[in-house]
């Protein structure tokens, strides 16, 4: 297995910003599923970390030996996948930029049949939102117990109901008291790709447990009502990287077109 870890200046933030990067080269400690040319994954990071933490606490690289995938782990912050109004382009860098570079640096896969976005919390609402608004980019996308709901909760931050997250840090996102653009909110855009024949497979995995369940069933909701014809999975969990470490596998599986009932978690 090859993990490698690197920093460079990217353009679009205009700084100095990390990536690890999980290449599932042959080894004798884990035998594949799939063989040939691996499929590529974008994962991304929740609020509080950075490109590190999947890294750190969950078996991403067993994983990505066992479904065979090049797994891309960017650093983005505290951005919410958002191009700041005061402060960095985090979504141009993720959805625009970063390929890019990808693509220069590895010998990826180009084709979109193979190229996949995930994440979770603040990284599954970003997954999503990358992935409907760049549909040409990603055959499918998996939000685990995303931020699917994000104009409620910037108005939950701005009420003092979410200690997480400053509204300051909301300010710089998107103006002083300013609601976030249209282009933020994934209800928008999942009504603007329902009839869109070349829209991305989309999964949401949700634990019973977790705060965020209400939102996610919302959106569930939204998505069934859009015919969008999403996959939603949920099992009892928290919020919490137990549950995150098996609904990624369930995500590697949706990516693959394996059985979610019946395919073995490893």
Sequence with gaps: MGLFRGEFYSQKLRMT?????????????????WTGEPRVLYLLHGLAANASEWTRF????????KYNFIVIMPEVQRSFYC???YGPDYFGYVADELSELCKTWFRLPEARVSTFIAGESMGGYGAVKVALRR????AACASLSGVMDYAAMVERVRKGEWPDVLSQEL?????TGMPPDPQEDL???????ANDPGRPGLLQICGTEDFLYADNLRFRDAARAAGYGHTYLEWAGEHAWPFWD??????????????LQTSPIF
């Design 17 to 33: 910003t990390q990536l690890y990067v999980i290449f599932p080269d042959p080894s004798n400690d884990v035998t594949p599923l």
């Design 83 to 85: 191009t700041a109004r």
């Design 246 to 259: 098996v609904a990624i596998q369930r995500a590697f599986q949706y990516f693959c077109g394996m059985d």
């Design 58 to 65: 969950s078996k991403i690289e067993y994983y990505a030996k």
């Design 187 to 193: 209800f928008q855009l999942l009504r603007d790709r």
């Design 135 to 138: 549909p040409e980019c990603f």
């Design 171 to 175: 300010d710089a996102l998107h103006g």
